[in-house]
């Protein structure tokens, strides 16, 4: 069974980088995976920062960015604020068609 | 601007079927851009992809859901439907519909979502 792992839980200082990663139990993820990043806070769907890997969606602040880093897919949060504290997901498109979420990152910024 | 708002009863009892309708304005599910798909997140658990119908009537299904759950396109209403039978307490969830880019793993927009709970 395939599986999408992220980190449970990272936090980060106000002001300060993150990465957050996302990783296949089968292999590496690539860009041919088309990673996506969604933002999720309480009692909301989740919102689109990044599709394709590294475009970021309308709206989404340049503090925001993605990318492959190693053998992961990556958001990086460069100059954290209060508000990007939050859930947040990776999904990957699969070669069978079928859509994989990670099982989320619970930022706190403190 | 596309919108998506989902529909249906709250709540469902064990071993029936949950019936969910997702009704898009300001776009037309028509087209062959996108898929429509149906996302779910038990409580304070993560997102679970359950399928996606394309507008020929076209349908894929996460494998773990795949023998129980119909989706399936209203042209006419520009609506389309989850059927998900057999249901337990393990499927109650929020359910949301997305518009899904083809090809991809990009939803949006989404709808607002519907919690379902399954109990007698």
């Known amino acids: 069974q395939t599986v999408v792992t992220q980190e449970p839980s990272l936090s980060v200082s106000p002001g300060g980088t993150v990465t957050l990663t996302c990783a296949l139990n089968?292999?590496?993820?690539?860009?041919?995976?088309?990673p996506c990043w969604y933002q999720q806070t309480p009692g909301h769907p989740p919102r689109t920062l990044m599709y394709?890997?590294?475009s970021r969606s309308s709206g989404v602040p340049d503090r925001f960015s993605g990318s492959i880093l190693g053998n992961k897919a990556a958001l990086t949060i460069t100059g954290a604020q209060a508000d990007d504290e939050s859930d947040y997901y990776c999904?990957?498109?699969?070669?069978?068609?079928?859509?994989?979420f990670g099982g989320g990152t619970k930022l706190t910024v403190l | 601007q596309v919108q998506l708002q989902e529909s249906g009863p709250g709540l469902v009892t064990p071993s029936e079927t949950l019936s969910l309708t997702c009704t898009v304005s300001?776009?037309?599910?028509?087209?062959?851009?996108?898929?429509w798909s149906w996302i779910r997140q038990p409580p304070g658990r993560g997102l679970e992809w359950i399928g996606y119908?394309?507008?020929?009537?076209?349908?894929n299904y996460n494998p773990s859901l795949k023998s129980r759950v119909t989706i399936s396109l209203d042209t006419s209403k520009n609506e389309f439907s989850l059927k998900l039978n057999s249901v337990t307490a393990a499927d109650t969830a929020v359910y949301y519909c997305?518009?899904?880019?083809?090809?991809?793993?990009?939803?949006?927009?989404w709808g607002q979502g519907t919690l379902v709970t399954v109990s007698s």
């Open positions: 999904a990957l498109y699969m070669s069978s068609g079928i859509s994989l």
């Open positions: 300001g776009g037309s599910v028509s087209g062959g851009a996108y898929y």
């Open positions: 997305a518009r899904q880019r083809r090809s991809s793993v990009w939803f949006d927009p």
């Open positions: 119908v394309y507008f020929t009537g076209g349908t």
């Open positions: 089968s292999g590496s993820v690539s860009t041919s995976y088309y």
């Open positions: 394709s890997t590294n």
